[in-house]
């Protein structure tokens, strides 16, 4: 043997062999890493994945726990107040003068309407009430805190449009040329402004272009349809009628197609418009409502909105008093973008103008939207608050509460200390894990056919969904409380057995107390379940819209995860920041019960 | 009432324990401890109390229903059910008082007004009548009871029985809810089908229930077939499934097999939250943030993306089921004994190998069952599609590709039967009823599920211990 192991060719095997060892190896060690790796990333995934979920949230959610408010000076004339009936006087025009007295140089009338819009719906009973609680306010003039619309609100926040101050260095030249001013600039100050709405317009060819790919494709598709359309006529044969399915297929067809065309056309046409003035680089453009809004602040709170652009000057139009024509020193005027166009935008030009120079002014305060926390639901997006929803979860998780748990601490005392093995039990026990998957809105279907139309029970009410989400927490809690009672060694129970306890003495004195912390865990993770819960109330009608706030177990209510729901999809900008608003509420409640969960489960749970 | 029979149940409570005590002052041999003879009359007490209190309302309400029908002049008398009911609820709205605007009470006729009235003599009658017959039915209760005390008498024992008893209704409850379950469904089920044939609902390839409701010409068209929404079913959980699938099992694999105790007490949390987080929140996110980041990336790179599209719903879904599937698959994982993997590295495996040749094939049965819970999750989940997925059952064709697309806005089993359930509904149309044939099969997919896949844990459970 050793001979043949000294033989060069043996030799050359050997090395070989190891060589290929060494490479299976290194290439099994790769795929263990590899391995490992895949798991590294699917944890990440998910934590990636909840970060994301959460931040969005957050960022979406914390402008509804904003409020923005402006300290106007209300004149409450002695004229317009009915003394004696405070409450159904006219209170609108009085509190809309406040805001129009801030404008001395807003004139126009279509403007002077416009401007109470800033105000929200809550600023005219906040005077109101004011007046009733100490009535003699009446005939002074006092400075109310108001609150603002959801408009000012999300416009304050940011989340209306960017603010982009762009710098200027030169001097400027004020002229009034024909229905507006003439503006210009020492420094060429204005070629930065043309720069940029050229650029806004290559991404608005883009995105034409874009669109007419996909059209001609669309084209294309069509085209390949069409001989085969053509055949199927020719098969149907000439006595085919209009009305033929051949007939009928090719003549759509053809009108798509010749749509296509037109609509293709159109947009060619568009972006090739757009291309010449994209190229054009220093051609002159019109600002239109389309493109983002530029302003030049002036001293004395005058402003100009840009209109066009050409060259160093730019012409405008006066949104704020322009104070004086002339030269004005560089230092003493700005420049401002607002990137989203106004097309785009819920809030005018003109009024983020007014905003600004209130918020110029000192008058605008930002604090915290009590309101959200103090009322009910509300077609308004800034009235609109929570506090229905959360008392509708709390009656709504009392109901459950009060029924699951006796039921589920009962039934799983009963599975699991006194019930023989026998066929029954098995069957209970396979029931349990079977309820504990079955898909919510089944409990749903459960709530109406049976509560509500058998039974009759009021429609919408907490006492209807606390039952409906009792029933569908009761697995949980069993199974969690099976597991507590089960985690009690024998050995306490046999010891209460040996002194003479009874076995439901033994079991209620000395077994039940011991798994309390378990049970108690079990039905707080169950009742966190039962308030992120929706889709069965959906079903038994909680999707109401309620004003109101429920005062009984009875009244029709809606609970936080529905609330959540129904503003979601409302299309205003300010319910969406209202339904993160509301998810972070619904959240932070949730995590409250966890956290007492855990702080349970830490501070009491046992290990034997 | 209830205020009335707790202060009754607390009153034989302190009596019998009293009487037990006195028992117990002049022998020494009582049975049962002095509390239980309280439990007992309490408990004797109770139980007559509560029955009362359950029958009461329903035995006067049809009493006062029948008087103050008949207290109706009779060119006011009702002809059939349904007027009967319209007019019970007018004369109830008069009794209850809610209206005292003298304007709103004259629209009612005369007739009906007497009648409100007539209802709300009787009523506060009977109010009285009730407590006075429940304090009547305590007292003798208690009565009866304390007859029946003595020293030698097991009061334990009874009272021990009667607690058996409500324990095991209380067990009882988890089978009631399966029973009340599929009669709801199954009967409101047959209803349907006795409008619909099965067929043209479990075949048929258009779901449009609204317009069989407007134009009353319900199953003729074949507007409830359900396949549109099967497909639709289907999408979205073979997405969900392609995204919660492997990275569940990959994220139990790690924490089973190679994370380290710190780093498992710091993913389990996370994934916990994420078990914990609403659906109706992952709807919303799925629905604002997500749907329309796949439509950019779309256009971006030249597709069709709907505004709603199954893809984004799936997405979000599969995220939402990740901690059920890796929390079911880690515990098999965690199930198959360490002798397997010693073997295994004894003969020279890695750890990945070990993994994928002894410790996946020795849980592949747990493995699978957690794919079907996922699967059955996957199914019932109601609000991540509501909110992302779209309402419109898009058409059914054998172009398998525009069929499957998963940039589409489908619908599903669930949210139609939101949908249709959601607002006020009359409970013969067979748009309604449609709703509850959709809760069976959904009902019934998910239980077998269900049944095979614990039932298959359960066997691989047993078979390792």
């Known amino acids: 043997m050793t001979d043949m192991a000294d033989s060069p060719s043996a030799k050359a095997k050997a090395s070989q062999s190891r060589a290929l060892d060494a490479a299976r190896v290194r290439k099994r060690y790769r795929a263990e890493s590899r391995f490992r790796w895949y798991g590294l990333a699917a944890i990440g995934f998910a934590c990636a994945f909840l970060v994301l979920l959460l931040s969005d949230i957050l960022l979406k959610g914390l402008p509804a726990f904003e409020a923005n408010t402006v300290a106007l000076d209300v004149t409450l004339e002695a004229g317009k107040i009915d003394a004696d009936a405070i409450a159904g006087s006219n209170f609108n025009s009085i509190v809309n003068n406040s805001i129009r007295d801030m404008f001395p140089g807003v004139t126009s009338r279509s403007d002077r309407r416009a401007l109470p819009k800033l105000l929200s719906f809550d600023a005219v009973d906040e005077v109101r009430s004011a007046v009733i609680a100490n009535p003699s306010l009446i005939g002074t003039t006092q400075n109310f805190d108001l609150k603002l619309s959801d408009e000012a609100d999300l416009f304050f926040q940011g989340m209306s449009t960017d603010e982009v101050a762009i710098p200027v260095t030169g001097s400027l030249t004020v002229e009034a040329a024909d229905d507006g001013f003439r503006l210009t600039s020492s420094n060429n100050d204005f070629a930065g402004v043309l720069a940029r709405v050229k650029q806004r317009l290559e991404t608005r060819r883009a995105k034409l272009a874009l669109q007419a790919a996909q059209l001609e494709r669309v084209r294309d598709r069509l085209a390949a349809e069409m001989p085969s359309a053509e055949i199927a006529v020719k098969e149907a044969g000439a006595g085919a009628t209009d009305s033929h399915p051949a007939m009928r297929r090719l003549a759509k067809l053809q009108a798509d197609t010749a749509s296509v065309a037109a609509t293709l056309e159109r947009l060619k046409a568009q972006t090739d418009q757009l291309a010449a003035r994209v190229n054009n680089t220093s051609g002159a453009e019109q600002l239109t409502t389309v493109l983002p809004s530029f302003f030049v602040n002036l001293p004395e709170t005058g402003v100009v909105k840009i209109t066009g652009i050409g060259g160093n000057h730019v012409t405008g139009e006066a949104y704020m008093p322009v104070a004086a024509t002339g030269a004005v020193a560089p230092g003493n005027w700005s420049l401002v973008e607002y990137s989203q166009p106004e097309a785009d935008r819920r809030i005018s030009d003109k009024e983020i103008i007014w905003l600004t120079s209130l918020r110029e002014a000192g008058l605008v305060r930002s604090g915290f939207n009590w309101p959200f926390f103090q009322r009910g639901d509300s077609r308004e997006a800034e009235v609109a608050g929570v506090l229905g929803g959360m008392i509708g979860s709390a009656l709504t998780l009392m109901v459950t509460l009060a029924l699951s748990l006796p039921i589920g601490v009962a039934a799983a005392i009963y599975l699991e200390e006194f019930a023989p093995r026998n066929r029954l039990t098995r069957l209970i026990e396979v029931n349990i894990n079977n309820l504990a998957a079955v898909p919510s809105i089944v409990f749903g279907l459960l709530g109406l056919a049976v509560f509500l139309n058998f039974f009759g029970l009021p429609r919408s009410s907490a006492m209807v969904g606390g039952m409906v989400l009792a029933l569908m927490t009761l697995p949980t809690i069993i199974i969690a409380s099976r597991a507590a009672l089960r985690a009690v060694p024998p050995s306490i129970r046999e010891a209460a057995l040996g002194v003479g306890a009874s076995r439901q003495q033994a079991v209620f004195h000395h077994v039940l107390p011991l798994a309390m912390p378990g049970i108690m865990t079990g039905t707080i993770i169950g009742m966190a379940q039962a308030l992120g819960e929706t889709a069965p109330l959906l079903m038994i009608g909680m999707v109401a819209f309620i004003v109101d706030v429920p005062t009984g177990f009875s009244d029709a209510a809606t609970v936080l995860p529905v609330q959540i729901y129904l503003w979601s999809d409302l299309p205003e900008a300010a319910f969406q920041a209202k339904t993160a608003g509301a998810i972070l509420v619904l959240l932070g409640f949730l995590f409250l019960m966890n956290a007492l969960a855990v702080v349970l489960r830490r501070q009491f749970e046992r290990r034997w | ?465």
């Not at chain 2, 009470?105 to 009658?125: D, I």
């Not at chain 2, 849980?363 to 609000?383: C, N, W």
Request: glycine fraction near 8%; charged fraction near 10%; aromatic fraction near 10%.
């Open chain 2, 1 to 465: 009432m209830l205020i009335v029979v707790a202060v009754l149940v607390v009153l034989a409570f302190f009596y019998g324990k009293s009487r037990g005590s006195a028992f117990g002052n002049t022998a020494s041999h009582l049975h049962s401890l002095p509390h239980y003879h309280g439990y007992f009359v309490a408990l004797m007490v109770a139980i007559p109390l509560l029955v009362l209190s359950v029958l009461w309302p329903t035995l006067s309400g049809y009493y006062i229903d029948s008087h103050a029908l008949a207290a109706l002049p009779s060119d006011l008398q009702p002809e059939n059910g349904l007027a009967r009911d319209a007019i019970m609820r007018d004369i109830r709205l008069l009794a209850s008082g809610v209206i005292s605007d003298p304007d709103r009470l004259s629209a009612f006729p005369q007739g009906v007004r007497a009648a409100g009235s007539v209802y709300a003599n009787l009523q506060s009658v009977s109010g009285w009548l009730q407590i006075v017959v429940a304090i009547l039915v305590g007292v003798g209760a208690a009565f009866l009871a304390t007859r029946r005390l003595s020293v030698t008498f097991r009061a334990r024992n009874s009272v021990e029985r009667i607690f058996l008893a409500v324990l095991i209704a209380c067990s009882a409850v988890a089978i009631l809810t399966t029973v009340g379950i599929v009669f709801s469904v199954i009967f409101e089920t047959f209803r349907f089908f006795a409008q619909v044939p099965v067929t043209d609902f479990l075949f048929g390839t258009q779901w449009s229930p609204q317009t069989a409701l407007r134009a009353d010409q319900v199953g003729s068209s074949g507007a409830f077939g359900a396949v549109p929404l099967f497909i639709g079913t289907i999408l979205v959980m073979l997405i969900a499934m392609c995204v919660a699938g492997p990275i569940g099992l990959f994220a139990a694999i790690f924490m089973a097999e190679y994370a380290s105790p710190r780093a498992r007490s710091i993913v389990k949390p996370v994934l916990e939250v994420l078990a914990g987080i609403p659906t109706v929140v992952f709807g919303f996110f799925a629905a604002l943030s997500v749907a329309p980041l796949i439509r950019t990336w779309g256009e971006a790179v030249g597709l069709e993306v709907a505004s709603e599209s199954a893809l984004a719903a799936g997405i979000v879904m599969g995220v939402m089921i990740i901690p059920l599937m890796s929390s079911l698959s880690d515990d098999v994982i965690n199930a198959v004994p360490q002798s397997l993997r010693d073997g295994s590295y004894a003969m020279g495996a890695t750890k990945s190998e070990t993994i994928k040749r002894v410790v996946l094939p020795a849980a592949l049965p747990g493995i699978v069952s957690a794919f079907m819970l996922s699967v059955s999750r996957a199914v019932g989940e109601t609000m991540i599609v509501v909110m992302a997925a779209g309402l419109a059952a898009h058409a059914v064709s054998w172009d398998l590709i525009e069929t499957f697309n998963p940039l589409q806005a489908v619908t599903t089993v669930t949210v139609q039967i939101a949908t249709l359930l959601v607002g006020d509904q009359e409970f013969d149309s067979a748009k309604t009823l449609s709703a509850f044939a959709l809760g069976f099969v959904l009902f019934f997919f998910t239980l077998i599920l269900n049944m095979i896949a614990l039932h298959v844990v359960s066997r691989f459970k047993e078979q390792y211990d």
